[in-house]
């Protein structure tokens, strides 16, 4: 995962008020996704947090790779997220 691949994904970039770090947010279906380069995980760049439409969280993950965000958001909303129009 890298912060073009995010972009182009939909991903909108935002700065965290608190830390002052960049996250990177997507809504899909009315679920809020929320991409971050802070990990606690060895070998892992990034975490994902996935809340419900209620803002309650239903996911928190580290993750690596594309098909591992993919992954954590069929899991926490049923919805594909669409790579269609990025990989050739």
Avoid: C, M
């Avoid at 279906?29 to 892992?44: A, F, H």
């Avoid at 809340?51 to 909303?77: C, K, M, P, S, V």
């Amino acid at each position: 995962i890298t912060e073009e691949l995010l972009l182009k994904l939909g991903f909108i970039k935002e700065e965290d008020s608190i830390s002052n770090d960049f996250e990177f947010k997507k809504w899909i279906d009315g679920y809020p996704i929320t991409v971050s380069d802070l990990s606690n995980t060895k070998d892992r760049d990034y975490s994902v947090h996935i809340d419900n439409r209620l803002y309650e969280t239903i996911l928190g993950a580290d993750i690596q790779y594309l098909h591992q965000l993919q992954n954590a958001i069929y899991f926490a909303t049923k919805h594909e997220l669409d790579v269609n129009n990025i990989i050739k």
